[in-house]
C-alpha cells in the first residue's frame, strides 16, 4: 500500500508555501538576511512548533515566514516544495500564497509573486510538474487591506489562476469579503475559500452563496448540516481535506475518526492534501499513508482520493484528462 501511494500519481490543491517552512531553510534564510530569531538551533525551531488550535498555530506560521525577504527567499522556499512534489509523484500543484503577510512588512507584492512564479517555472522545465497560484486574503485582515492587495496583484494577474481566503475563521465569515470577492471575479480569478475547518456549517453557506466559490477548502463542518451536504453534491464542489492538520490542528483529534470515508460514502469529492507540512508533520503522501491506515481505505479508495485530485483541479480539460488517464493505467497495472 505504502508503495502503491508513493508512486500514484496525484494533485495537490491545498499547500499554503509559507507552511512548507522547514525549520533548516528559515535558519539558513535567517542567517543570510541577518536576521536574529529567538532559537539557538534547528532543532531548538522545531521544538517550538507545538500547538493544538488554528490560532495558536498561526502565530508561529507568522513569525517564520517574516524571516523572507528577497525574491531568492521566495524562490528557494517554492522550489524546495516543488522538489518535494517530484519526489512524491505529485504531477500538478495549486499553491496558495499569502501577499499579506510580506506586503504588511514592507516586501514588495513583485518581490514575492515573482519569486514564486520562477521557482514554479523552472519545475516545469525540470521535473515537468505544473503549477497555478493561488492568491489567498487573510480573514483577520480587512476587506478594505484585500481590495488594496487586489489592486497590487492587477500587474501580475498573468500569473494568478485562483483567490483564496485563509487564517483565523472563527469571527471572520465569508460575508466580511463578499464584496471583494466579487471584484476579483470581475478580474478573472477563480473564487475558493477556507471554510467549515473551525468555523460551523454557516460559514459554508456563507462561502458558497456570498463568495460563490468553486472548491471548499477543508470544509469537514459542512457535514453537521444535511441540506449543505445535498447542496454540495448538487453543485458537484470539492473539499480539499488535510488530515495531518486536521490532527495537529485538533478539529479532528484522532484520524481513526476522521470524516473523510463518510464524506466518500455520502458522495461528496474529498481530496487528500497537506495545508502546512512543515508544521503538521507530513508531506502529501504522509497525509494519504495515515490516513489510509486509519480509517482501512482500499486502493479503491485512494485512486478516486487521486482521480478527484484531477478532476477538480483548475486545469483545462485536455490536462485533466491526460493525469485520469495515466492514473487509471497506473491503477489498473497495481491493485492486483
Ligand atoms: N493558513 C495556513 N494554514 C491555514 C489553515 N489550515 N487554516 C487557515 N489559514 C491557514
Ligand atoms: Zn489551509
Not at 195 to 207: F, S, T
Not at 266 to 278: E, H, Q, V, Y
Request: glycine share 4%.
Amino acid at each position: 500500500m505504502k508503495y502503491f501511494i508513493e508512486n500514484l500519481p496525484k494533485a495537490e490543491l491545498h499547500l499554503h508555501i509559507e507552511g512548507t517552512f522547514e525549520p533548516e531553510l528559515l535558519f539558513k534564510i535567517a542567517q543570510r538576511n541577518k536576521i536574529a530569531i529567538p532559537f539557538a538551533s534547528v532543532e531548538e525551531l522545531r521544538q517550538a512548533y507545538k500547538f493544538d488550535c488554528l490560532q495558536d498555530f498561526l502565530n508561529i506560521y507568522y513569525q517564520g515566514a517574516d524571516v523572507l525577504q528577497t525574491e531568492e527567499d521566495f524562490y528557494d522556499l517554492t522550489y524546495a516544495y516543488l522538489e518535494k512534489c517530484d519526489l512524491q509523484n505529485v504531477r500538478h500543484t495549486e499553491i496558495m500564497f499569502d501577499p499579506q503577510t510580506h506586503t504588511e512588512r514592507g516586501v514588495a507584492f513583485a518581490t514575492v509573486i515573482n519569486g514564486i512564479s520562477k521557482a514554479c517555472k523552472d519545475a516545469k522545465t525540470n521535473f515537468g510538474i505544473t503549477s497555478f497560484l493561488i492568491m489567498s486574503y487573510l480573514r483577520h485582515m480587512t476587506e478594505e487591506e484585500a481590495f488594496e492587495t487586489l489592486k497590487q496583484s492587477i500587474p501580475f494577474k498573468d500569473k494568478i489562476k485562483a483567490i483564496g481566503l485563509d487564517s483565523s475563521e472563527k469571527g471572520n465569515p465569508p460575508s466580511k469579503f463578499q464584496k471583494v470577492f466579487e471584484a476579483s471575479v470581475k478580474e478573472g480569478y477563480i473564487p475558493l475559500a477556507h471554510a467549515g475547518e473551525e468555523g460551523d456549517a454557516n460559514y459554508v453557506w456563507e462561502a458558497l452563496d456570498l463568495l460563490k466559490i468553486k472548491r471548499i477548502d477543508h470544509g469537514n463542518n459542512a457535514l453537521q448540516d444535511d441540506k449543505l451536504v445535498k447542496e454540495i453534491i448538487k453543485r458537484n464542489m470539492a473539499l480539499t481535506v488535510c488530515p495531518l492538520s486536521n490532527k495537529a490542528l485538533q478539529v479532528v483529534p484522532d484520524l481513526k475518526n476522521h470524516p473523510l470515508k463518510k464524506m466518500m460514502e455520502l458522495g461528496l469529492k474529498p481530496t487528500i492534501n497537506s495545508d502546512d507540512p512543515a508544521y503538521f508533520g507530513g508531506q502529501v503522501n504522509q497525509n494519504y499513508i495515515e490516513i489510509q491506515e486509519a480509517l482501512n481505505l482500499t486502493k479503491r479508495d485512494i485512486y478516486e482520493l487521486a482521480k478527484n485530485s484531477f478532476e477538480y483541479s483548475l486545469l483545462d480539460d485536455a490536462a485533466k484528462k491526460k493525469h485520469m488517464t495515466a492514473l487509471e493505467e497506473y491503477y489498473i497495472s497495481k491493485k492486483g
